[in-house]
C-alpha cells in the first residue's frame, strides 16, 4: 500500500537548530501539499508543489521556512532556526491533479 | 480569517443513531467539497467529496448534503458506529484551485 509516507513521525529539536520533514507522495501523484496543524486548530495550508516548483506558497512564513519538490526523491520542508511556536503537526497530502488530495500521518515537531 | 467553519466542536451520538456535522463556508467561490475523518496521531483520512454542480453524494453510511445558497454543508452517518468517532474536517476549495480550506474540525464520540 504506497500511499503517502512522511518522516520522521517525530521530531525534537531545540531552539535555532534546523528542521527537515519529507514527504513521499502517492506513486504517480506530482502534486504535493503540506499543511500545519497548530494545537486546538484545524489544518493551514502553507505551500502547494509539483515537480521542481512551488506553485503556491501563500500560506508559508516568508522567513526561515521553504519547501522543495526534486525531481528524484520526496518533498523537504525546511524550518531553519526553529522557535517554539513551530511545535505544531505536519501533515502532507498528494493528489494526481488538483481534486482529492491523500495525506499522509504527519511529522510531529516539538521544539524545547 | 477562517472561510470554512465547524461551529460545533464537539458531538456525542448513541450507536446506531444519525450523526450530522455541519459546516459553513464564506467564500461563494468554493465549488468543491470534502470531508476528512482523523484519528489521533494519524493523518486525515478522505470520506467523501462533493462538487457544487450537485447538492448530494451518498458514499454507504456517509452522505453529505450541499445547500449552495446558504453556504452549508452537511454530512450525515447513519447508522453511527462506535469506530466511527474521530475528528471530522470540511475542506473547501475553488475549482481549478490549489488551495484547500480547512474547518477547526467536529470531534464525534458515538456511545456503544
Known amino acids: 500500500n504506497a500511499g503517502v509516507m512522511q518522516n520522521p513521525r517525530h521530531l525534537v529539536r531545540r531552539r535555532g537548530q534546523e528542521a527537515r520533514l519529507r514527504c513521499s507522495p502517492v506513486?504517480?501523484?506530482?502534486?504535493v501539499y503540506w499543511y500545519r496543524q497548530l494545537p486546538e486548530e484545524g489544518l493551514k495550508f502553507m505551500v502547494y508543489?509539483?515537480?521542481?516548483?512551488?506553485?503556491?506558497e501563500s500560506g508559508m512564513p516568508k522567513e526561515r521556512f521553504s519547501a522543495e519538490f526534486p525531481k528524484e526523491g520526496p518533498s523537504i520542508l525546511r524550518i531553519q532556526q526553529v522557535v517554539r511556536g513551530d511545535s505544531a503537526a505536519y501533515f502532507c497530502?498528494?493528489?494526481?491533479?488538483?481534486?482529492?488530495?491523500?495525506f499522509g500521518p504527519g511529522t510531529r515537531l516539538t521544539v524545547l | 480569517d477562517q472561510q470554512v467553519k465547524q461551529n460545533s466542536p464537539s458531538l456525542s451520538v448513541q450507536e446506531g443513531r444519525i450523526s450530522i456535522l455541519n459546516c459553513d463556508y464564506t467564500n461563494s467561490m468554493f465549488d468543491y467539497f470534502l470531508w476528512y475523518k482523523k484519528y489521533p496521531a494519524e493523518g486525515p483520512t478522505f470520506l467523501i467529496s462533493i462538487s457544487s454542480i450537485k447538492d448530494k453524494n451518498e458514499d454507504g453510511r456517509f452522505t453529505v448534503f450541499l445547500n449552495k445558497s446558504a453556504k452549508h454543508l452537511s454530512l450525515h452517518i447513519v447508522p453511527s458506529q462506535p469506530g466511527d468517532s474521530a475528528v471530522y474536517f470540511c475542506a473547501a476549495s475553488e475549482g481549478n484551485g490549489n488551495q484547500f480550506y480547512f474547518g477547526t474540525g467536529t470531534s464525534l464520540t458515538v456511545i456503544p
Open positions: 506513486k504517480g501523484h506530482s502534486h
Open positions: 508543489l509539483q515537480k521542481e516548483n512551488i506553485i503556491d
Open positions: 497530502a498528494s493528489s494526481q491533479s488538483t481534486d482529492t488530495q491523500y
